[in-house]
Protein backbone atom coordinates (compact mmCIF):
# COMPACT_ATOMS: atom_id res chain seq x y z
CA UNK A 1 0.00 0.00 0.00
CA UNK A 2 0.69 3.33 -0.80
CA UNK A 3 2.05 5.20 2.32
CA UNK A 4 1.44 8.53 1.06
CA UNK A 5 -1.99 7.90 0.98
CA UNK A 6 -2.16 7.59 4.86
CA UNK A 7 -2.05 10.16 7.85
CA UNK A 8 0.66 8.08 10.19
CA UNK A 9 -1.46 8.23 13.70
CA UNK A 10 1.05 6.72 16.02
CA UNK A 11 4.02 3.63 15.33
CA UNK A 12 1.29 1.25 15.07
CA UNK A 13 -1.56 3.16 13.75
CA UNK A 14 -2.59 4.71 10.56
CA UNK A 15 -5.66 6.71 9.14
CA UNK A 16 -7.31 7.10 5.87
CA UNK A 17 -9.05 10.68 5.80
CA UNK A 18 -12.80 10.58 4.88
CA UNK A 19 -13.13 11.96 0.98
CA UNK A 20 -16.02 11.15 -1.48
CA UNK A 21 -18.56 9.14 0.12
CA UNK A 22 -16.57 7.92 2.86
CA UNK A 23 -18.73 9.00 6.04
CA UNK A 24 -15.92 8.08 8.24
CA UNK A 25 -12.31 7.53 8.35
CA UNK A 26 -10.89 4.52 8.10
CA UNK A 27 -8.02 3.07 10.47
CA UNK A 28 -5.60 0.25 10.14
CA UNK A 29 -3.40 -1.01 12.60
CA UNK A 30 -0.14 -2.41 12.00
CA UNK A 31 3.47 -1.63 11.59
CA UNK A 32 5.37 -0.10 8.55
CA UNK A 33 6.38 -3.10 7.04
CA UNK A 34 3.03 -4.53 7.16
CA UNK A 35 1.49 -1.68 5.57
CA UNK A 36 3.97 -1.65 2.82
CA UNK A 37 3.22 -5.21 2.42
CA UNK A 38 -0.64 -4.52 2.60
CA UNK A 39 -3.00 -5.10 -0.08
CA UNK A 40 -3.99 -2.07 -2.00
CA UNK A 41 -7.72 -3.89 -2.27
CA UNK A 42 -7.21 -3.32 1.71
CA UNK A 43 -7.37 0.63 0.64
CA UNK A 44 -10.56 0.48 -0.87
CA UNK A 45 -12.19 -1.65 0.94
CA UNK A 46 -12.06 0.22 3.86
CA UNK A 47 -13.09 3.44 1.64
CA UNK A 48 -16.25 1.46 0.77
CA UNK A 49 -16.93 -0.04 4.40
CA UNK A 50 -16.75 3.57 5.67
CA UNK A 51 -19.55 5.21 2.96
CA UNK A 52 -22.00 2.65 4.27
CA UNK A 53 -25.02 3.86 6.13
CA UNK A 54 -25.02 4.20 10.41
CA UNK A 55 -21.28 3.29 10.55
CA UNK A 56 -19.90 4.80 13.76
CA UNK A 57 -16.35 5.59 14.02
CA UNK A 58 -14.70 4.62 11.58
CA UNK A 59 -14.00 1.07 9.55
CA UNK A 60 -10.87 -0.66 10.74
CA UNK A 61 -8.62 -3.10 9.93
CA UNK A 62 -6.14 -5.01 11.66
CA UNK A 63 -2.75 -6.17 10.78
CA UNK A 64 -3.39 -9.07 9.33
CA UNK A 65 -5.76 -7.60 6.60
CA UNK A 66 -5.90 -8.40 3.28
CA UNK A 67 -8.48 -8.15 0.01
CA UNK A 68 -11.76 -10.04 1.16
CA UNK A 69 -15.36 -9.97 -0.76
CA UNK A 70 -16.62 -6.55 0.38
CA UNK A 71 -14.88 -5.86 3.59
CA UNK A 72 -11.36 -6.48 3.64
CA UNK A 73 -10.23 -9.65 5.53
CA UNK A 74 -9.30 -8.03 8.83
CA UNK A 75 -12.39 -5.66 8.86
CA UNK A 76 -14.38 -4.38 11.54
CA UNK A 77 -16.74 -1.93 11.25
CA UNK A 78 -20.06 -1.44 13.70
CA UNK A 79 -23.12 0.42 12.56
CA UNK A 80 -26.12 2.27 14.47
CA UNK A 81 -29.35 0.69 13.75
CA UNK A 82 -30.65 3.92 15.09
CA UNK A 83 -28.76 5.86 12.64
CA UNK A 84 -29.85 3.79 9.50
CA UNK A 85 -27.13 1.61 10.22
CA UNK A 86 -27.01 -1.76 7.79
CA UNK A 87 -25.48 -5.24 8.66
CA UNK A 88 -23.64 -6.91 5.52
CA UNK A 89 -23.37 -10.34 4.70
CA UNK A 90 -20.10 -10.35 3.10
CA UNK A 91 -19.34 -8.08 6.69
CA UNK A 92 -19.83 -11.61 8.17
CA UNK A 93 -18.56 -13.50 5.53
CA UNK A 94 -19.48 -16.99 4.03
CA UNK A 95 -17.88 -18.98 6.84
CA UNK A 96 -19.74 -17.48 9.46
CA UNK A 97 -18.34 -17.97 13.25
CA UNK A 98 -15.12 -19.58 11.56
CA UNK A 99 -13.21 -19.49 14.40
CA UNK A 100 -10.52 -21.22 17.07
CA UNK A 101 -11.39 -23.23 20.01
CA UNK A 102 -8.18 -24.20 22.29
CA UNK A 103 -8.00 -27.65 24.86
CA UNK A 104 -5.62 -27.72 27.29
CA UNK A 105 -4.42 -31.68 27.83
CA UNK A 106 -3.06 -31.29 31.46
CA UNK A 107 -0.02 -33.17 28.91
CA UNK A 108 3.60 -32.40 29.25
CA UNK A 109 5.54 -32.62 25.85
CA UNK A 110 7.63 -36.19 26.17
CA UNK A 111 4.28 -37.62 27.35
CA UNK A 112 2.82 -37.19 23.87
CA UNK A 113 6.14 -37.14 21.90
CA UNK A 114 6.38 -41.22 22.10
CA UNK A 115 2.71 -41.37 21.37
CA UNK A 116 2.32 -38.42 18.35
CA UNK A 117 1.64 -41.03 15.38
CA UNK A 118 -0.71 -42.78 17.63
CA UNK A 119 -2.17 -40.02 18.11
CA UNK A 120 -2.35 -38.14 14.67
CA UNK A 121 -2.94 -41.64 13.30
CA UNK A 122 -6.70 -42.20 15.83
CA UNK A 123 -7.38 -37.65 15.60
CA UNK A 124 -6.61 -38.29 11.52
CA UNK A 125 -9.22 -41.47 11.59
CA UNK A 126 -11.71 -40.43 13.66
CA UNK A 127 -12.65 -36.64 13.15
CA UNK A 128 -13.43 -36.40 9.40
CA UNK A 129 -11.98 -33.90 6.97
CA UNK A 130 -11.68 -32.92 3.80
CA UNK A 131 -13.71 -32.41 0.60
CA UNK A 132 -16.82 -34.80 0.83
CA UNK A 133 -16.39 -36.15 3.97
CA UNK A 134 -19.32 -36.60 6.30
CA UNK A 135 -19.46 -36.77 9.92
CA UNK A 136 -21.10 -39.28 12.25
CA UNK A 137 -24.28 -37.29 13.14
CA UNK A 138 -27.37 -37.40 10.91
CA UNK A 139 -29.80 -34.62 12.05
CA UNK A 140 -33.60 -35.04 11.52
CA UNK A 141 -35.80 -31.78 11.04
CA UNK A 142 -36.44 -31.28 14.25
CA UNK A 143 -32.87 -32.14 15.37
CA UNK A 144 -31.61 -29.28 13.09
CA UNK A 145 -33.73 -26.89 14.61
CA UNK A 146 -32.97 -27.59 18.07
CA UNK A 147 -29.61 -27.56 17.00
CA UNK A 148 -29.55 -24.39 15.26
CA UNK A 149 -31.36 -22.49 18.55
CA UNK A 150 -28.65 -23.96 20.73
CA UNK A 151 -25.64 -24.16 19.56
CA UNK A 152 -22.62 -25.86 21.85
CA UNK A 153 -25.16 -26.32 24.41
CA UNK A 154 -27.40 -29.00 22.66
CA UNK A 155 -24.08 -30.23 21.49
CA UNK A 156 -23.49 -30.93 24.90
CA UNK A 157 -27.33 -31.72 25.72
CA UNK A 158 -26.65 -34.28 23.09
CA UNK A 159 -23.65 -35.96 25.05
CA UNK A 160 -21.27 -34.02 22.99
CA UNK A 161 -18.70 -32.51 25.50
CA UNK A 162 -19.22 -31.06 29.18
CA UNK A 163 -21.55 -28.85 31.15
CA UNK A 164 -18.20 -26.86 32.07
CA UNK A 165 -17.41 -25.82 28.21
CA UNK A 166 -19.94 -23.82 27.81
CA UNK A 167 -18.72 -20.96 30.17
CA UNK A 168 -15.66 -21.20 27.89
CA UNK A 169 -17.43 -20.27 24.91
CA UNK A 170 -18.85 -16.81 23.31
CA UNK A 171 -22.27 -16.31 24.28
CA UNK A 172 -21.83 -19.25 26.90
CA UNK A 173 -22.38 -21.40 23.79
CA UNK A 174 -25.50 -20.54 22.76
CA UNK A 175 -26.38 -17.26 20.53
CA UNK A 176 -29.55 -15.87 21.25
CA UNK A 177 -31.45 -14.94 18.56
CA UNK A 178 -30.75 -17.38 16.65
CA UNK A 179 -34.25 -18.20 13.86
CA UNK A 180 -33.59 -21.58 12.64
CA UNK A 181 -36.84 -20.50 10.56
CA UNK A 182 -34.79 -18.12 8.33
CA UNK A 183 -32.86 -20.72 6.99
CA UNK A 184 -33.81 -22.42 3.79
CA UNK A 185 -33.95 -25.79 3.85
CA UNK A 186 -31.12 -25.68 0.79
CA UNK A 187 -28.56 -24.48 3.73
CA UNK A 188 -30.22 -27.27 6.29
CA UNK A 189 -30.00 -30.00 3.61
CA UNK A 190 -26.49 -29.10 2.91
CA UNK A 191 -25.45 -29.04 6.84
CA UNK A 192 -27.63 -32.61 7.23
CA UNK A 193 -24.46 -34.56 6.98
CA UNK A 194 -21.64 -31.97 8.06
CA UNK A 195 -21.74 -32.35 11.83
CA UNK A 196 -18.98 -32.71 13.16
CA UNK A 197 -16.74 -32.36 10.20
CA UNK A 198 -13.34 -30.37 9.95
CA UNK A 199 -14.03 -28.94 6.21
CA UNK A 200 -10.98 -28.24 4.16
CA UNK A 201 -8.99 -25.01 2.89
CA UNK A 202 -7.23 -23.31 6.32
CA UNK A 203 -9.20 -25.58 8.53
CA UNK A 204 -7.30 -28.00 11.05
CA UNK A 205 -6.65 -29.83 14.09
CA UNK A 206 -3.70 -29.39 15.53
CA UNK A 207 -1.79 -30.71 18.60
CA UNK A 208 1.18 -28.00 20.06
CA UNK A 209 2.88 -27.45 22.66
CA UNK A 210 3.53 -24.20 24.09
CA UNK A 211 6.64 -22.89 23.43
CA UNK A 212 7.27 -19.49 25.04
CA UNK A 213 5.33 -17.18 27.58
CA UNK A 214 5.54 -13.68 27.56
CA UNK A 215 3.08 -12.89 30.38
CA UNK A 216 3.43 -15.44 32.84
CA UNK A 217 0.56 -13.64 35.22
CA UNK A 218 -1.97 -14.31 32.34
CA UNK A 219 -0.58 -17.53 31.42
CA UNK A 220 -1.19 -18.69 34.62
CA UNK A 221 -4.56 -17.95 34.44
CA UNK A 222 -5.41 -19.15 31.19
CA UNK A 223 -3.61 -22.39 32.90
CA UNK A 224 -0.59 -22.55 30.29
CA UNK A 225 3.09 -22.94 31.01
CA UNK A 226 6.22 -23.67 28.75
CA UNK A 227 5.86 -27.20 27.81
CA UNK A 228 2.55 -27.66 28.21
CA UNK A 229 0.72 -29.66 25.39
CA UNK A 230 -2.46 -28.01 23.91
CA UNK A 231 -5.14 -28.89 21.26
CA UNK A 232 -6.34 -26.08 18.40
CA UNK A 233 -9.54 -26.41 16.59
CA UNK A 234 -10.29 -24.11 13.42
CA UNK A 235 -13.52 -24.33 11.49
CA UNK A 236 -16.99 -23.30 11.15
CA UNK A 237 -20.32 -23.50 10.05
CA UNK A 238 -19.51 -25.81 7.36
CA UNK A 239 -22.14 -25.78 4.43
CA UNK A 240 -24.95 -24.10 6.61
CA UNK A 241 -23.10 -21.16 6.87
CA UNK A 242 -21.92 -21.01 3.00
CA UNK A 243 -25.36 -21.25 1.89
CA UNK A 244 -27.01 -18.63 4.64
CA UNK A 245 -23.99 -16.22 3.44
CA UNK A 246 -24.50 -17.05 -0.52
CA UNK A 247 -28.44 -16.75 -0.35
CA UNK A 248 -28.24 -13.40 1.59
CA UNK A 249 -25.73 -11.68 -0.31
CA UNK A 250 -28.25 -11.84 -3.41
CA UNK A 251 -31.36 -10.65 -0.86
CA UNK A 252 -29.59 -7.97 0.00
CA UNK A 253 -27.70 -6.69 -3.46
CA UNK A 254 -31.08 -7.03 -4.72
CA UNK A 255 -32.92 -5.56 -2.22
CA UNK A 256 -30.26 -2.18 -1.47
CA UNK A 257 -32.22 0.00 -4.08
CA UNK A 258 -35.59 -0.42 -1.88
CA UNK A 259 -33.36 0.72 1.12
CA UNK A 260 -31.99 3.53 -0.60
CA UNK A 261 -28.81 1.84 -0.27
CA UNK A 262 -26.35 3.11 -2.70
CA UNK A 263 -23.66 0.69 -3.09
CA UNK A 264 -20.53 1.25 -3.96
CA UNK A 265 -19.73 -2.49 -4.87
CA UNK A 266 -22.20 -4.93 -5.20
CA UNK A 267 -20.23 -6.92 -3.12
CA UNK A 268 -20.97 -4.81 -0.42
CA UNK A 269 -24.73 -5.92 -0.11
CA UNK A 270 -26.14 -5.27 2.64
CA UNK A 271 -29.46 -4.04 4.44
CA UNK A 272 -30.71 -1.48 7.10
CA UNK A 273 -30.72 -3.63 10.23
CA UNK A 274 -34.28 -2.62 11.06
CA UNK A 275 -35.64 -4.13 8.00
CA UNK A 276 -37.34 -7.09 7.21
CA UNK A 277 -34.11 -8.79 5.33
CA UNK A 278 -31.85 -7.62 7.91
CA UNK A 279 -33.51 -8.58 10.40
CA UNK A 280 -34.04 -12.39 8.66
CA UNK A 281 -30.61 -12.29 7.92
CA UNK A 282 -29.63 -11.78 11.72
CA UNK A 283 -31.54 -14.84 12.60
CA UNK A 284 -30.49 -17.04 10.24
CA UNK A 285 -26.45 -15.28 10.61
CA UNK A 286 -27.12 -16.39 14.64
CA UNK A 287 -28.38 -19.53 13.86
CA UNK A 288 -25.40 -20.37 11.64
CA UNK A 289 -22.79 -19.12 14.90
CA UNK A 290 -24.96 -22.03 16.81
CA UNK A 291 -24.29 -24.30 14.31
CA UNK A 292 -20.26 -23.16 14.51
CA UNK A 293 -20.20 -23.75 18.08
CA UNK A 294 -22.26 -27.14 17.84
CA UNK A 295 -19.45 -28.15 15.41
CA UNK A 296 -16.28 -27.41 17.22
CA UNK A 297 -18.23 -29.37 20.59
CA UNK A 298 -19.09 -32.24 18.34
CA UNK A 299 -14.98 -31.88 16.97
CA UNK A 300 -14.01 -31.57 20.68
CA UNK A 301 -15.89 -34.60 21.74
CA UNK A 302 -14.39 -37.19 19.19
CA UNK A 303 -10.55 -35.61 20.10
CA UNK A 304 -10.97 -36.63 23.85
CA UNK A 305 -12.44 -39.78 22.48
CA UNK A 306 -9.28 -40.21 20.98
CA UNK A 307 -7.58 -38.98 23.74
CA UNK A 308 -8.84 -41.46 25.97
CA UNK A 309 -7.86 -44.41 23.65
CA UNK A 310 -4.00 -42.93 23.30
CA UNK A 311 -3.12 -41.08 26.36
CA UNK A 312 -5.90 -42.05 28.51
CA UNK A 313 -4.19 -39.63 31.41
CA UNK A 314 -5.22 -36.69 29.72
CA UNK A 315 -7.95 -33.72 30.50
CA UNK A 316 -9.04 -32.41 27.70
CA UNK A 317 -10.35 -28.80 29.44
CA UNK A 318 -11.64 -26.05 27.41
CA UNK A 319 -9.21 -22.68 27.46
CA UNK A 320 -11.60 -20.99 25.65
CA UNK A 321 -13.53 -20.85 22.21
CA UNK A 322 -13.73 -17.56 19.85
CA UNK A 323 -15.27 -16.45 16.50
CA UNK A 324 -13.64 -14.24 13.66
CA UNK A 325 -16.42 -13.93 11.00
CA UNK A 326 -19.51 -12.38 13.00
CA UNK A 327 -22.41 -9.60 13.74
CA UNK A 328 -22.84 -9.17 17.08
CA UNK A 329 -25.09 -6.57 19.01
CA UNK A 330 -22.55 -5.10 21.86
CA UNK A 331 -22.50 -2.10 24.05
CA UNK A 332 -19.86 0.17 23.47
CA UNK A 333 -18.88 3.63 25.03
CA UNK A 334 -19.24 6.06 22.50
CA UNK A 335 -17.85 9.66 23.39
CA UNK A 336 -19.25 8.53 27.22
CA UNK A 337 -22.66 7.61 25.48
CA UNK A 338 -23.42 3.83 26.11
CA UNK A 339 -24.59 2.85 22.72
CA UNK A 340 -25.86 -0.74 20.98
CA UNK A 341 -24.15 -1.20 17.76
CA UNK A 342 -23.70 -4.16 15.30
CA UNK A 343 -20.31 -4.77 15.35
CA UNK A 344 -19.14 -6.73 12.27
CA UNK A 345 -15.81 -8.65 12.35
CA UNK A 346 -14.73 -10.40 8.98
CA UNK A 347 -11.51 -12.13 9.57
CA UNK A 348 -11.10 -10.63 13.20
CA UNK A 349 -11.46 -11.50 16.66
CA UNK A 350 -13.21 -10.78 19.30
CA UNK A 351 -11.01 -9.16 22.10
CA UNK A 352 -12.92 -8.23 25.01
CA UNK A 353 -10.07 -6.85 28.00
CA UNK A 354 -10.51 -7.12 31.86
CA UNK A 355 -13.59 -7.04 33.87
CA UNK A 356 -15.22 -7.21 30.79
CA UNK A 357 -19.13 -8.60 31.84
CA UNK A 358 -18.91 -11.31 28.96
CA UNK A 359 -15.63 -12.70 30.06
CA UNK A 360 -16.00 -15.99 32.03
CA UNK A 361 -15.61 -15.39 35.69
CA UNK A 362 -12.28 -17.51 35.78
CA UNK A 363 -9.97 -15.67 33.54
CA UNK A 364 -12.13 -11.72 34.06
CA UNK A 365 -9.53 -10.41 35.61
CA UNK A 366 -6.85 -10.78 32.91
CA UNK A 367 -8.79 -10.62 29.87
CA UNK A 368 -10.69 -12.67 27.24
CA UNK A 369 -8.40 -15.27 25.53
CA UNK A 370 -7.82 -14.26 21.74
CA UNK A 371 -6.83 -17.32 19.87
CA UNK A 372 -4.71 -16.32 16.12
CA UNK A 373 -4.57 -19.46 14.58
CA UNK A 374 -1.07 -20.03 12.53
CA UNK A 375 -1.02 -22.33 8.90
CA UNK A 376 -0.07 -25.82 8.98
CA UNK A 377 3.68 -26.50 10.48
CA UNK A 378 3.54 -22.61 12.02
CA UNK A 379 3.26 -21.22 15.12
CA UNK A 380 -0.06 -19.91 16.72
CA UNK A 381 -0.63 -17.50 19.68
CA UNK A 382 -2.59 -16.89 22.58
CA UNK A 383 -3.24 -13.28 23.19
CA UNK A 384 -5.63 -11.67 25.85
CA UNK A 385 -7.52 -8.75 25.25
CA UNK A 386 -7.13 -5.40 27.10
CA UNK A 387 -8.45 -2.35 28.34
CA UNK A 388 -7.16 -0.02 25.66
CA UNK A 389 -8.84 -2.03 22.97
CA UNK A 390 -12.17 -1.25 23.09
CA UNK A 391 -11.19 2.33 22.92
CA UNK A 392 -9.52 1.39 19.95
CA UNK A 393 -11.41 -0.75 17.14
CA UNK A 394 -14.85 -2.25 19.82
CA UNK A 395 -12.63 -4.66 21.40
CA UNK A 396 -11.04 -6.44 18.38
CA UNK A 397 -8.18 -8.02 17.19
CA UNK A 398 -5.94 -9.83 14.31
CA UNK A 399 -7.61 -13.38 13.40
CA UNK A 400 -4.21 -15.41 11.61
CA UNK A 401 -1.44 -14.93 9.15
CA UNK A 402 -2.96 -14.79 6.11
CA UNK A 403 -1.92 -15.31 2.61
CA UNK A 404 1.37 -14.37 0.81
CA UNK A 405 0.65 -16.37 -2.32
CA UNK A 406 -2.02 -17.25 -3.95
CA UNK A 407 -3.42 -21.25 -4.04
CA UNK A 408 -2.50 -21.76 -7.58
CA UNK A 409 0.93 -19.97 -7.14
CA UNK A 410 1.43 -22.28 -3.50
CA UNK A 411 0.48 -25.56 -5.75
CA UNK A 412 2.89 -24.88 -8.16
CA UNK A 413 5.65 -24.28 -5.68
CA UNK A 414 5.65 -26.92 -3.46
CA UNK A 415 4.69 -30.49 -3.42
CA UNK A 416 1.94 -32.22 -0.90
CA UNK A 417 4.28 -35.14 -0.67
CA UNK A 418 7.76 -33.51 0.21
CA UNK A 419 6.25 -30.81 2.16
CA UNK A 420 4.82 -33.58 4.78
CA UNK A 421 7.85 -35.27 4.56
CA UNK A 422 9.85 -31.81 5.71
CA UNK A 423 7.82 -31.06 8.22
CA UNK A 424 8.37 -34.73 9.68
CA UNK A 425 11.75 -34.28 9.81
CA UNK A 426 11.08 -31.23 11.91
CA UNK A 427 9.06 -33.48 14.05
CA UNK A 428 5.69 -31.84 13.21
CA UNK A 429 2.96 -34.35 11.97
CA UNK A 430 0.90 -33.64 8.35
CA UNK A 431 -2.40 -35.85 8.16
CA UNK A 432 -4.50 -35.48 5.19
CA UNK A 433 -6.71 -36.82 2.76
CA UNK A 434 -5.25 -34.40 0.04
CA UNK A 435 -2.03 -34.02 -0.98
CA UNK A 436 -2.58 -31.29 -2.87
CA UNK A 437 -4.55 -29.30 -0.51
CA UNK A 438 -1.27 -29.83 1.47
CA UNK A 439 0.44 -27.99 -1.32
CA UNK A 440 -1.84 -25.25 -1.26
CA UNK A 441 -1.54 -24.52 2.67
CA UNK A 442 2.04 -24.81 2.58
CA UNK A 443 3.87 -22.73 5.46
CA UNK A 444 5.96 -20.36 3.22
CA UNK A 445 2.82 -19.87 1.30
CA UNK A 446 1.72 -17.85 4.56
CA UNK A 447 2.87 -14.69 5.61
CA UNK A 448 4.72 -14.29 8.76
CA UNK A 449 2.20 -14.92 12.01
CA UNK A 450 4.50 -13.62 14.69
CA UNK A 451 4.86 -9.74 12.81
CA UNK A 452 0.86 -9.66 12.10
CA UNK A 453 1.05 -10.62 16.28
CA UNK A 454 3.40 -8.09 17.46
CA UNK A 455 1.58 -5.56 15.36
CA UNK A 456 -1.46 -6.47 17.24
CA UNK A 457 0.48 -6.36 20.83
CA UNK A 458 2.33 -3.10 20.14
CA UNK A 459 -1.11 -1.25 18.63
CA UNK A 460 -2.59 -2.16 22.28
CA UNK A 461 -5.27 -4.25 20.33
CA UNK A 462 -4.56 -7.22 22.51
CA UNK A 463 -1.87 -8.50 24.59
CA UNK A 464 1.12 -11.49 23.50
CA UNK A 465 0.48 -14.38 26.26
CA UNK A 466 2.40 -17.49 24.85
CA UNK A 467 3.53 -18.87 21.50
CA UNK A 468 2.30 -22.28 20.47
CA UNK A 469 4.28 -24.88 18.10
CA UNK A 470 2.80 -27.63 16.29
CA UNK A 471 3.34 -31.16 16.98
CA UNK A 472 1.18 -33.20 14.62
CA UNK A 473 -1.82 -30.95 12.34
CA UNK A 474 -4.67 -32.90 10.42
CA UNK A 475 -5.88 -30.90 7.76
CA UNK A 476 -8.78 -30.98 5.81
CA UNK B 1 -13.18 -18.04 -34.02
CA UNK B 2 -11.30 -18.45 -31.00
CA UNK B 3 -12.38 -22.20 -29.13
CA UNK B 4 -14.18 -22.10 -26.03
CA UNK B 5 -11.44 -22.05 -22.62
CA UNK B 6 -11.43 -21.36 -19.15
CA UNK B 7 -8.68 -20.34 -17.18
CA UNK B 8 -8.14 -19.54 -13.23
CA UNK B 9 -7.33 -15.63 -12.60
CA UNK B 10 -5.60 -14.26 -9.15
CA UNK B 11 -7.10 -13.75 -6.87
CA UNK B 12 -4.42 -13.49 -3.21
CA UNK B 13 -6.75 -15.48 -0.92
CA UNK B 14 -9.51 -17.18 -2.91
CA UNK B 15 -9.61 -18.01 -6.60
CA UNK B 16 -10.57 -16.62 -9.79
CA UNK B 17 -12.42 -18.54 -12.68
CA UNK B 18 -13.36 -17.51 -15.92
CA UNK B 19 -15.02 -19.09 -19.09
CA UNK B 20 -14.78 -17.80 -22.72
CA UNK B 21 -16.97 -19.04 -25.40
CA UNK B 22 -18.72 -17.65 -28.75
CA UNK B 23 -22.26 -17.97 -27.08
CA UNK B 24 -23.26 -16.84 -23.31
CA UNK B 25 -24.07 -20.17 -22.47
CA UNK B 26 -20.88 -21.51 -24.06
CA UNK B 27 -18.78 -19.41 -21.57
CA UNK B 28 -20.87 -20.47 -18.24
CA UNK B 29 -20.31 -24.02 -19.27
CA UNK B 30 -16.54 -22.89 -19.43
CA UNK B 31 -16.64 -20.79 -16.51
CA UNK B 32 -18.53 -24.39 -14.69
CA UNK B 33 -15.09 -26.34 -15.58
CA UNK B 34 -13.21 -23.53 -14.43
CA UNK B 35 -14.52 -24.15 -11.01
CA UNK B 36 -14.28 -27.72 -11.13
CA UNK B 37 -10.75 -27.16 -11.85
CA UNK B 38 -10.37 -25.65 -8.51
CA UNK B 39 -10.97 -28.92 -6.71
CA UNK B 40 -9.16 -31.14 -8.96
CA UNK B 41 -8.49 -31.80 -13.01
CA UNK B 42 -11.86 -31.83 -14.36
CA UNK B 43 -10.27 -34.88 -17.06
CA UNK B 44 -9.79 -37.23 -13.90
CA UNK B 45 -14.56 -36.90 -13.52
CA UNK B 46 -16.48 -39.52 -15.43
CA UNK B 47 -19.81 -38.09 -16.94
CA UNK B 48 -21.63 -41.11 -15.61
CA UNK B 49 -24.61 -39.38 -13.93
CA UNK B 50 -26.64 -36.37 -15.07
CA UNK B 51 -28.33 -33.84 -12.81
CA UNK B 52 -30.31 -31.17 -14.15
CA UNK B 53 -29.86 -27.40 -12.56
CA UNK B 54 -31.71 -24.48 -13.13
CA UNK B 55 -32.10 -20.68 -11.72
CA UNK B 56 -32.98 -17.35 -12.19
CA UNK B 57 -32.10 -13.69 -11.79
CA UNK B 58 -32.48 -10.44 -13.02
CA UNK B 59 -29.21 -9.75 -14.71
CA UNK B 60 -26.16 -12.06 -16.37
CA UNK B 61 -24.09 -11.25 -13.67
CA UNK B 62 -26.22 -12.30 -10.83
CA UNK B 63 -27.24 -15.38 -13.10
CA UNK B 64 -23.65 -16.27 -13.29
CA UNK B 65 -23.41 -16.59 -9.42
CA UNK B 66 -26.72 -18.12 -9.12
CA UNK B 67 -25.40 -21.28 -11.57
CA UNK B 68 -22.24 -21.60 -9.27
CA UNK B 69 -23.96 -21.27 -6.36
CA UNK B 70 -26.32 -23.93 -7.75
CA UNK B 71 -23.50 -26.23 -9.12
CA UNK B 72 -21.77 -25.62 -5.17
CA UNK B 73 -25.00 -26.56 -3.66
CA UNK B 74 -25.48 -29.69 -5.81
CA UNK B 75 -21.39 -30.48 -5.23
CA UNK B 76 -22.15 -30.89 -1.38
CA UNK B 77 -25.29 -32.63 -1.11
CA UNK B 78 -25.00 -34.98 -3.72
CA UNK B 79 -21.26 -35.42 -2.99
CA UNK B 80 -20.42 -35.22 -6.45
CA UNK B 81 -17.63 -33.26 -8.80
CA UNK B 82 -18.85 -32.67 -12.23
CA UNK B 83 -17.21 -31.97 -15.81
CA UNK B 84 -19.68 -31.64 -18.52
CA UNK B 85 -22.15 -29.10 -18.70
CA UNK B 86 -24.68 -27.81 -21.06
CA UNK B 87 -26.11 -24.30 -20.61
CA UNK B 88 -29.13 -22.54 -22.57
CA UNK B 89 -29.81 -19.45 -21.48
CA UNK B 90 -33.28 -17.65 -22.17
CA UNK B 91 -33.30 -14.29 -20.79
CA UNK B 92 -33.59 -14.52 -17.09
CA UNK B 93 -33.16 -18.22 -16.62
CA UNK B 94 -30.56 -20.35 -17.29
CA UNK B 95 -31.27 -23.74 -17.69
CA UNK B 96 -28.49 -26.51 -17.93
CA UNK B 97 -27.67 -30.00 -17.47
CA UNK B 98 -24.17 -31.31 -15.60
CA UNK B 99 -22.76 -34.51 -16.32
CA UNK B 100 -20.36 -36.01 -13.12
CA UNK B 101 -19.72 -38.68 -10.69
CA UNK B 102 -19.41 -39.27 -7.15
CA UNK B 103 -16.74 -38.26 -5.54
CA UNK B 104 -13.50 -40.75 -4.97
CA UNK B 105 -10.86 -39.74 -2.69
CA UNK B 106 -8.29 -41.51 -4.29
CA UNK B 107 -8.95 -41.06 -7.94
CA UNK B 108 -10.22 -37.39 -7.77
CA UNK B 109 -7.60 -35.93 -4.84
CA UNK B 110 -9.75 -33.13 -3.82
CA UNK B 111 -7.80 -30.19 -3.10
CA UNK B 112 -10.47 -28.13 -1.43
CA UNK B 113 -14.33 -27.49 -0.97
CA UNK B 114 -16.04 -24.40 -2.77
CA UNK B 115 -17.54 -22.64 -0.01
CA UNK B 116 -19.38 -20.07 -2.46
CA UNK B 117 -19.02 -17.95 -6.17
CA UNK B 118 -18.93 -14.62 -5.14
CA UNK B 119 -19.47 -10.71 -6.07
CA UNK B 120 -15.57 -10.22 -6.18
CA UNK B 121 -14.45 -9.86 -9.89
CA UNK B 122 -17.59 -10.32 -11.36
CA UNK B 123 -18.15 -9.68 -14.92
CA UNK B 124 -19.85 -11.02 -17.69
CA UNK B 125 -19.58 -9.46 -21.16
CA UNK B 126 -19.35 -9.94 -24.81
CA UNK B 127 -16.37 -8.48 -25.88
CA UNK B 128 -15.47 -6.39 -29.50
CA UNK B 129 -15.22 -9.84 -31.57
CA UNK B 130 -18.66 -11.13 -30.31
CA UNK B 131 -17.32 -13.77 -28.03
CA UNK B 132 -18.24 -13.77 -24.58
CA UNK B 133 -16.45 -13.79 -20.90
CA UNK B 134 -17.92 -14.87 -17.79
CA UNK B 135 -15.97 -14.46 -14.35
CA UNK B 136 -15.70 -14.15 -10.49
CA UNK B 137 -13.83 -14.93 -7.49
CA UNK B 138 -15.02 -18.12 -5.52
CA UNK B 139 -14.38 -18.30 -1.99
CA UNK B 140 -12.83 -21.82 -0.37
Known sequence: ?476 | MSQPAWEHFYHMADIGVRGRGETLAQAFEQVAIAMTAVVTEPERIQPLQAIDVSCDAPDQELLLVDWLNALVYEMATRKMLFSRFEVTVQEQQLIARAWGEKIDIARHEPTVEIKGATYTELKVAQLTDGTWMAQCVVDV
Not at chain 1, 276 to 297: P, S
Open chain 1, 1 to 476: MDLNLLTRVADYSWRIEPHGDMRVPAILYADEKLIREMDEKVYEQSCNVAMLPGIVQAAYAMPDAHWGYGFPIGGVAAFDPDEGGVVSAGGVGFDISCGVRTLLTGLRKPDVEARKHALADGLFRDIPAGVGSTGHIHLSQSGMNAMLKGGAKWAVEQGFGWQEDLQRIEEHGCMQGAKPENVSEHAKKRQKDEMGTLGSGNHYLEVQFVASIYNEQIASVYGLQEGDVVVSIHCGSRGLGHQIGTEFLKSMALSAGQHGIRLPDRELACAPINSEVGQNYLGAMRAGINCALANRQIITHLTRQVFARIIPEAELRLLYDVSHNTCKEETHVIDGVKRRLFVHRKGATRAFGPDHPDVPEPLRQVGQPVIIGGSMGTSSYILAGTKESEKQAYSSACHGAGRAMSRHQAKRQWRGRTLIDELAERGILIRSPSLRGVAEEAPGAYKDVSAVVDAADKAGLARKVARLEPMACIKG
